[in-house]
């Protein structure tokens, strides 16, 4: 069972030695070079200039970021622009009826009109067939009386 506990302590060493390693690789890269700038002079570089178009901050040094609103080109409509001719001046009292004034009565009844016109006609053949009944039946009265 020795075998077991070296190789197991070899195998602890050896991840000790990755993890210094690991270690001073993290701290090489933390640590900042002459070329790279100092947290201080992070602090002096300029900032980038914020622009704001439709929200005025309260800092005073945000506010001269305030941009001016944008102003939009004046619209001129084609329409408008043309010239606009003058009319003939009409006589007003010549318009003044319409020239069809019983065309939507005529449509909204012409189906009742339709119907009674075939009413009509009935009750107009149903008369002339009465009075012809009437006529023949005077007729052979006149025949009986004569004979």
């Known amino acids: 069972m020795g075998g077991e506990e070296e190789a197991i302590d070899q195998a602890s060493a050896a991840r ?14 933390s640590t900042p070079d002459s070329d790279q700038p100092s947290d201080a002079s992070k602090q002096d570089r300029k900032l980038p ?15 001269e970021g305030k941009l001016a609103p944008v102003a939009l080109p004046k619209f001129e409509d084609p329409v408008v622009v043309a010239p ?17 004034p019983n065309w939507d009565l005529k449509r909204d009844v012409q189906k009742k009109l339709d119907k009674l016109e075939k009413r009509t006609q009935k009750a107009l053949y149903e008369l002339a067939l009465e009075q012809q009944r009437e006529k023949e039946a005077s007729e052979a009265e006149d025949v009986m009386v004569e004979s």
């Open 49 to 63: 200039n914020m622009k704001f178009r439709n929200y005025l901050p309260h800092d005073k040094q945000l506010q």
């Open 84 to 100: 606009i001719e003058p009319q003939k001046a009409e006589d007003p009292f010549l318009n003044i009826a319409p020239k069809k």
């Open 16 to 29: 000790r030695e990755r993890l210094r390693a690991l270690r001073a690789a993290k701290e090489l890269l």
